[in-house]
């Protein structure tokens, strides 16, 4: 009877457990996005957040001439809170109000360019308070197996934000990766395009110079004759 009773604590502090690493996964979203930017246009995208939570948006522009766009972001309020201009990257976090925030690139300045932008969104806090909790509920009875059931909840959110900047950083870097492709890709196209003009250049000038040297024996032949 004694060995069944120890195997339910056991039982009820695993349910524990898997109850607070489900809640501490839940409350952080991650998202990201890639997108073309026409020359001479801009594009606007919105998100809805809640009240004291968190807003991360981090953006890069991946390919397109001088790869440099305009970005700003605007609170439910109607004021702009962030703005870059001509920038290749940014990143900014804001602490929010509940509403619908905006945030735009704006490529207007550029007549003939388009651009490849990639965006992230990191969004914290968006659960419910209460939820967060909802794991005590199940604590009851696992009181004596000595278990600080808090401290493991503080590990595994530690472990959840060390995973969640690690998957940022992994994302950041397929940017970066992606970025510094296409810009070689630009690079070797040009240096192919220089290299075939310089070998059509090479090639008419020889033919002309061939061509001077010929009327010239041509006119020294003539004359002696």
């Known amino acids: 009877m004694r060995w069944s009773m120890e195997v339910l604590r056991v039982c009820v502090a695993c349910v524990s457990l898997c109850v607070s690493?489900?809640?501490a996964f839940s409350q952080s979203l991650?998202?990201?996005f890639t997108f073309t930017l026409p020359a001479g246009r801009k594009e606007c995208f919105f998100q809805t957040m809640k009240k004291d939570a968190s807003l991360e948006i981090e953006y890069q522009v991946l390919d397109g001439a001088s790869l440099d766009v305009d970005f700003y972001l605007q609170s439910p309020s109607g004021h702009?809170?962030?703005t870059d201009y001509r920038k290749s990257d940014g990143v900014h976090t804001v602490e929010t109000e509940e509403g619908d925030y905006m945030f735009c690139f704006d490529n207007t300045?550029?007549?003939v360019s388009e651009k490849i932008i990639f965006f992230e969104l990191?969004?914290?806090n968006m659960g419910e308070g209460e939820e967060s909790e909802d794991w005590k509920a199940y604590v009851q009875g696992a009181d004596l197996l000595d278990m600080k059931l808090e401290d493991i909840m503080d590990t595994i959110n530690s472990v959840k934000s060390r995973l969640g900047k690690s998957l940022q950083i992994q994302t950041l870097l397929r940017a970066f990766e992606a970025r510094d492709r296409?810009?070689?890709?630009?690079n070797y196209e040009r240096v192919n395009m220089w290299s075939c003009t310089n070998l059509v250049v090479m090639?008419?000038?020889s033919?002309?110079?061939?061509y001077l040297l010929r009327s010239l024996f041509d006119d020294k032949k003539k004359t002696r004759t």
């Open 21 to 23: 690493v489900v809640s």
């Open 30 to 32: 991650d998202s990201d």
């Open 80 to 82: 702009i809170i962030a």
């Open 109 to 111: 300045f550029s007549a």
């Open 122 to 124: 990191i969004l914290d």
């Open 182 to 186: 296409n810009l070689q890709e630009s």
């Open 203 to 205: 090639v008419i000038v």
């Open 207 to 210: 033919g002309v110079q061939v």
